[in-house]
């Protein structure tokens, strides 16, 4: 402990699949850290052992752990460093430690990041989409009628979007984004990143939703879903595809309403009577 000092709290970055893409720093700053906050003890004792890194670790995960955060401030006002990480990845991000960075800034405490690897990004930046501006949303809703609310909400942003997603879930959320978005809009999927069976899909969403059907595999691991934004020109018509085919659902046959829906709103017809089949199974 050092009273003549407030120690400094390290957000540090830790690999989201490849131990090599540890960085040197988050090492020294692990092996220096008078304790180490983790999101799981267990999982994170896997990658300290393989750093040789012996340090005593305490399980932090923001959410109703009042008690633990006011220990953890507690011994940083004491003077002593503190390193918080994450089970894979950038903590904060979609990750536990908003509440205490908050926490140690209104204190004046000092905080760092060892910055490094961090699945959205890793993923943005091989999409082949455009980088200069996007939107990370995180996961979204489990369930299909908030998930579709909460796309619908960004239906005409420009920005590219991104998302967490789980394995079990990637094909109803692409369905999902097929209804809201159509078809034809360009998305990208990056899977198990820095990992042994890593892979990337890319295509438009009817062809990424039929590549993930045909193969399982796509349907396993660890996923983050980028998607195209809005095309401005496309996004001056005010016409909602599914309103639209809500509507002519109610007079006409599936494939008629598909079809003029398309049509209407320019969109892929074999996506739109796919939106219409599932609506009208439910
Ligand atoms: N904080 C982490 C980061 O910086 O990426 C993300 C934590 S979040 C709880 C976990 C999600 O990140 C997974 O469900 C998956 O969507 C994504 N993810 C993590 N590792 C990944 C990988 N190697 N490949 C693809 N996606 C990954």
């Given at each position: 402990?050092?009273?003549?000092?407030?120690?400094?709290?390290?957000?540090?970055?830790?690999?989201?699949?490849?131990?090599?893409?540890?960085?040197?720093?988050?090492?020294?700053?692990l092996q220096s850290a008078s304790l180490i906050a983790c999101e799981d003890t267990r999982h994170s004792k896997k990658l300290l052992n393989h750093f040789s890194i012996d340090k005593p670790?305490?399980?932090?995960?923001?959410?109703?752990?009042?008690?633990?955060?006011?220990?953890?401030?507690?011994?940083?006002?004491?003077?002593?460093?503190?390193?918080?990480?994450?089970?894979?990845?950038?903590?904060?991000?979609?990750?536990?430690?908003?509440?205490?960075?908050?926490?140690?800034?209104?204190?004046?405490?000092?905080?760092?990041?060892?910055?490094?690897?961090?699945?959205?990004?890793?993923?943005?930046?091989?999409?082949?989409?455009?980088?200069?501006?996007?939107?990370?949303?995180?996961?979204?809703?489990?369930?299909?009628?908030?998930?579709?609310?909460?796309?619908?909400?960004?239906?005409?942003?420009?920005?590219?979007?991104?998302?967490?997603?789980?394995?079990?879930?990637?094909?109803?959320?692409?369905?999902?984004?097929?209804?809201?978005?159509?078809?034809?809009?360009?998305?990208?999927?990056?899977?198990?990143?820095?990992?042994?069976?890593?892979?990337?899909?890319?295509?438009?969403?009817?062809?990424?939703?039929?590549?993930?059907?045909?193969?399982?595999?796509?349907?396993?691991?660890?996923?983050?879903?980028?998607?195209?934004?809005?095309?401005?020109?496309?996004?001056?018509?005010?016409?909602?595809?599914?309103?639209?085919?809500?509507?002519?659902?109610?007079?006409?046959?599936?494939?008629?309403?598909?079809?003029l829906t398309a049509k209407i709103c320019g969109l892929d017809k074999k996506a739109i009577y796919q939106a219409a089949l599932?609506?009208?199974?439910?």
């Amino acid at each position: 402990m050092n009273s003549n000092r407030t120690g400094i709290l390290s957000i540090v970055a830790t690999p989201i699949g490849n131990l090599q893409d540890m960085v040197p720093r988050a090492v020294q700053t692990l092996q220096s850290a008078s304790l180490i906050a983790c999101e799981d003890t267990r999982h994170s004792k896997k990658l300290l052992n393989h750093f040789s890194i012996d340090k005593p670790c305490v399980a932090y995960h923001d959410h109703g752990d009042k008690k633990t955060m006011e220990k953890l401030l507690k011994r940083l006002q004491a003077g002593d460093d503190i390193a918080l990480i994450s089970d894979a990845g950038t903590p904060l991000i979609s990750d536990p430690g908003y509440r205490i960075v908050a926490e140690a800034r209104k204190r004046d405490i000092t905080v760092v990041p060892i910055p490094g690897a961090c699945a959205a990004i890793a993923a943005l930046s091989v999409s082949g989409l455009p980088t200069d501006s996007f939107y990370f949303g995180g996961f979204l809703p489990v369930k299909s009628g908030q998930r579709k609310t909460a796309l619908s909400a960004l239906k005409s942003s420009t920005n590219t979007l991104v998302f967490y997603e789980a394995p079990h879930r990637i094909l109803e959320t692409v369905e999902d984004l097929i209804d809201v978005f159509g078809g034809q809009r360009q998305a990208f999927i990056g899977r198990e990143i820095s990992k042994a069976f890593e892979t990337f899909l890319q295509g438009d969403l009817t062809q990424l939703r039929q590549q993930i059907a045909e193969d399982s595999n796509q349907q396993r691991g660890e996923i983050v879903l980028v998607i195209a934004g809005a095309d401005e020109k496309a996004e001056t018509s005010a016409v909602d595809p599914e309103m639209v085919l809500k509507l002519l659902l109610k007079e006409l046959p599936a494939s008629k309403a598909a079809s003029l829906t398309a049509k209407i709103c320019g969109l892929d017809k074999k996506a739109i009577y796919q939106a219409a089949l599932r609506l009208q199974d439910k």
